[in-house]
Nanobody, 119 residues
C-alpha cells in the first residue's frame, strides 16, 4: 500500500515563503508524475505544479515564477517538494500531493496540508 504524507503547511504573511514536502512510502513500481494540487472552499481542486519522471516540470499560470517543484529520489526515497515564494492571499488552500503510477493505472493522494496566507 502506498502512502503520501505531506508536511510544511502553515500560516504565513503575504510575500512570505513556505516549503511543502511529500514523502511516498510503501510498495510502488514507479511514479510517472508527482504533482501538487490545491483546493480552496467553494472551488474545484486544481493542479498547481507537476514533475515528470523525465524531470520536466509544469506549472499553473497563477504560480509561474513564484513556485518551484522538485524531487529527491536518492537512497530509495521518493520525495517531492513545493517551494512557494511571494505568497499571496489567493494561494490560501489545502494543498494535496498526488502521484500517478501509470503501469498499474493507479493514483495516490495525500491527506492534504493547509496553507493560509494572511496578514
Amino acid at each position: 500500500q502506498v502512502q503520501l504524507v505531506e508536511s510544511g503547511g502553515g500560516l504565513v504573511q503575504p510575500g512570505g515563503s513556505l516549503r511543502l514536502s511529500c514523502q511516498a512510502s510503501g510498495s510502488f513500481f514507479s511514479f510517472d508524475t508527482m504533482d501538487w494540487y490545491r483546493q480552496s472552499p467553494g472551488r474545484q481542486r486544481e493542479l498547481v505544479a507537476a514533475i515528470f519522471s523525465s524531470g520536466s516540470t509544469n506549472y499553473a499560470d497563477p504560480v509561474k515564477g513564484r513556485f518551484t517543484i522538485s524531487r529527491d529520489n536518492a537512497n530509495g526515497k521518493k520525495t517531492v517538494y513545493l517551494q512557494m515564494n511571494s505568497l499571496k492571499p489567493e494561494d490560501t488552500a489545502v494543498y494535496y500531493c498526488h502521484a500517478r503510477e501509470s503501469f498499474f493505472n493507479r493514483d495516490y493522494w495525500g491527506q492534504g496540508t493547509q496553507v493560509t496566507v494572511s496578514a
